[in-house]
C-alpha cells in the first residue's frame, strides 16, 4: 500500500538536472561555497574507494584454492543455497565472471561499481557495507549435483563433468530432511567477522544473480566472536560443549593435502585444488538438553563440559583413549558417545567449519529454533564424511537431543587467478 | 513505494557534488544538441503516456459508474463481477492515480490505512460484498466514491508528467505488487488480487514499452532482457488465467506465490536499471 501524502503538485519532478549544465550554471568556482554551505561535504567520498591501500583484516579473495576454507573461522557466517533459473549455459558463464569481479571487490572492501552520477538509478552497490572494515569477509562458491543434471536433464553441458563423488548423500538412519533446507544447485558461503558484511556480500550477488538464479535456502549462524574470546578456544556449541578439538591443522599444508583438496587422482581435473563441501543442518533440541544431568551429557560427548578433556581426563588436549577402563572394566568413554563413534579408527579426518544458528522460536513448538549449520570439507566424501555419519547416525548417543533437518553437498571451486573467474576450469 | 521527493535543491547540490568529484574525467563533448534532441525525446514518451493514463482513468470512471449503480440498485451479483476488472484501470494508472494524495485513499485504501471513520472507496465496498454479502448501508460509500472518482477525473488533467515519474512509476508498479498483490493484502475480501496485479505489471510495460525506443539506444542488452522478464511474468499469469479472469489468490500454492515473486523480483530488478534513458549520450 502506498503512503499517502498530499502532493497536489507534480512541478518539484523536475526535469532531468544535468551535471554539465549544472556546471556551466554555477561556474566551476562556486562549487566550494555550495558545499559548504549544503552540508553535503560528506558525499564527496562516495565515488572515492573506501579501502584505498587498507591490507587489515583482508583475506585475499585470489589464490591456488578459495578462500573460506582453510581461513580460520570468522565470526559471522551467512550461507546461501541457490536454484539456477536460466537454462543458458551462456548466461551462467557471464554469472560467474560477474560474481568474481564483484566478490574480489567486496572482500577487498570496496563498494561494488563505481558511484553513479545518474540518480534516476539505484545505486550499483547495496551500500550497508559502506565505511565498514573488511572484518576478513570470504566468499567461497560452490556446485551442487544438480547443477550438472537435474531430473536426468544435461542443463548446461555439464554433465560428462558430475565428479562421481558429487551427489545427494545417501539417508541416514534418523534423517528428518526437509527440502526448505537441502540441496542447490550453487552455494555462496560468504563467512566475516561483522555478520553486516557477510550479509552484504551474498545479498549482492543475488541481486546480481537475480533473474538467473534465485535463492533455495539461506541461513546465518554465528560462533563465539573474536573479541569475547580472545584466547582463541575452542569454540562452544550452543549445547555448551567444545567442538572442534580435532581438527585438521589448517595451517599444515600436508594435512590440508592429505585431507581436504582434491587431487589430480581423485577425479575430474576441473575440481583440482577444490574441496567437497557437506552442509547439514541440525535441528538441538534445546529444552531437552536443558534438563540433562550434566553426567549424561557428558557421556553423551564423551568429553568433560568445562575442560573439554576427554572423560577421565584433565585437558583439551589430552590423548583420547577409547580402550580406557574403569575399576568396574567399563569403558571411561561410551561406546555411543559423540567422540568414540566422529573418531572410529581415526584415519578419516574432515575439516569442520561449524556454525550455530538461532532463528527465533519454532511456531509449532514454542520451543527455540536453534542449532548448528554444520559445515565440513573433504577431498572424498565417501571416504570420510559418509562413513563418519554412518556411524553417528546409527548409534550415537547425541541423537537424542539432535535432528538432521536439512542437507547439501557442493563441489567448491578451485581458487582463482587474477584475470581468470570462479568456475573458469569447469567451463573452460 | 514512494517516490523519494528530493527537492530540487538537493538535486542540484549533489549533483555539483558528483561533478566535482568526478570532474578530471568529464572531457565536454560537443553534443548539447543530441542531448536537445534526447530530452525532446522523453519528452514526447511523457506526452504519449500522459494520454494513456488519462485514457485508463475514463474507463476506471465508466467502470465505476456500472460498479457504484450496482452498489446502489443492491445487485450483489453484479457488483461482485465488476469490482475486479473496474480496478483493474486504476491500477494500470496508478503512478498518475497515486500523484493526488488526496483522493488516492479515498478511492484505494484499505481497512487500517485510514481512520475507520473516514474510510470509504473500493476496498470498504469489496468488505460489504463478500465479508457481509450486502450492499446495504454501502449506498453512501458508492456514491461517494463515484464522486472522487469523477473529480480524479477531472483532477488528471493537470498532471505534469516527467520522465522522473515515468521512471519511478514503472519500478513502483511492480514494487506495489511485492509488497501487496503478491500476499493477497490489497483484496482480501474478494481475493481478487491477481487483477490487480496484472494491472500493475501492465502499467509498467506500458512505461517500458513507451521508454523502448530510448533505452535501446543506451542498452539494447538492457531492454531484451526486460522484455524477456516481462514475458516470464505474463507466463505465469497465464497458468491463473479463468475464463476471462483469474483464479482466486486464495486458490494459488505457497509456491505459486513464491515463483510469482521472485518472477517480478527477476523483472523489477532490471527494469530499475531504466532511469538510463536520462544519461546524456
Partial sequence: MKEHTPKDETGLFTKKVSRRNMLKTAGVGGIGVVIGASGFGGLLTLSEQKAKGQTKDIVPFYGAHQAGITTEAQDNLYFASLEVTTDKRSDLIQLFKDWTEAAAQMTAGNLIGEASLNTNMPPKDTGEAKELSPSNLTITFGVGPTLFSKDGKDRFGLKSKRPAELKDLPKFPLDALEEEWSGGDICIQACADDLQVAFHAVRNLVRIGRGKTIIHWAQTGFQRTKQADSQKTTPRNLFGFKDGTVNPDTNDDNEMNEHVWVKGEDGPDWLVGGSYMVVRRIQMYIEVWDRTILKEQENTFGRHRDSGAPLGMKSEFDTVDLEAKDPNGNRIIPEDSHVSLSRGDGKAKILRRPYSYADGMDPKTGSFNAGLLFICFQRNPSKQFIPIQERLAKNDKLNEYIVHRGSAMFACLPGVKKGGYIGDSLFG | ?281
Fill in chain 2, 1 to 281: 513505494m514512494k517516490k523519494a521527493k528530493a527537492s530540487l535543491a538537493v538535486l542540484l547540490s549533489t549533483s555539483l557534488l558528483f561533478g566535482c568529484a568526478q570532474k578530471q574525467e568529464g572531457t565536454e563533448p560537443a553534443d548539447d544538441k543530441a542531448k536537445e534532441v534526447g530530452a525532446s525525446k522523453l519528452d514526447g514518451v511523457s506526452s504519449e503516456y500522459r494520454e494513456y493514463a488519462i485514457g485508463e482513468i475514463e474507463e476506471f470512471v465508466n467502470a465505476t459508474e456500472e460498479f457504484t449503480t450496482a452498489v446502489s440498485a443492491g445487485d450483489i451479483e453484479k457488483a461482485k463481477e465488476l469490482y475486479a476488472p473496474a480496478r483493474m484501470h486504476y491500477e494500470r494508472a496508478e503512478p498518475i492515480a497515486e500523484v493526488f494524495g488526496d483522493l488516492d485513499p479515498k478511492i484505494d485504501a484499505r481497512e487500517g490505512d485510514v481512520k475507520d471513520e473516514e474510510w470509504g472507496g473500493y476496498h470498504r465496498i469489496e468488505m460489504g460484498l463478500w465479508k457481509e454479502n450486502t450492499t446495504k448501508g454501502y449506498e453512501k460509500y458508492a456514491e461517494q466514491l463515484m464522486s472522487d472518482v469523477n473529480l480524479l477525473r477531472a483532477k488528471v488533467e493537470t498532471v505534469e508528467v516527467t520522465p522522473d515519474l515515468l521512471i519511478t512509476g514503472a519500478v513502483d508498479l511492480l514494487n506495489e505488487v511485492s509488497t501487496s498483490k503478491v500476499t493477497g493484502e490489497e483484496d482480501r475480501y474478494s481475493h481478487t488480487d491477481l487483477y490487480d496485479f496484472v494491472a500493475n505489471v501492465e502499467g509498467a510495460e506500458k512505461i517500458y514499452e513507451l521508454l523502448t525506443p530510448a533505452l535501446k539506444e543506451k542498452d539494447e542488452k538492457l531492454a531484451e532482457e526486460i522484455q524477456k522478464r516481462f514475458d516470464d511474468v505474463y507466463g505465469l499469469l497465464e497458468k491463473h488465467k479463468e475464463g476471462n479472469g483469474y483464479i482466486s489468490y486464495t486458490d494459488l500454492k505457497e509456491s505459486e506465490v513464491k515463483e510469482l515473486s521472485q518472477a517480478i523480483d527477476a523483472l523489477a530488478e532490471p527494469l530499475s536499471q531504466i532511469g538510463i534513458v536520462t544519461e546524456e549520450s
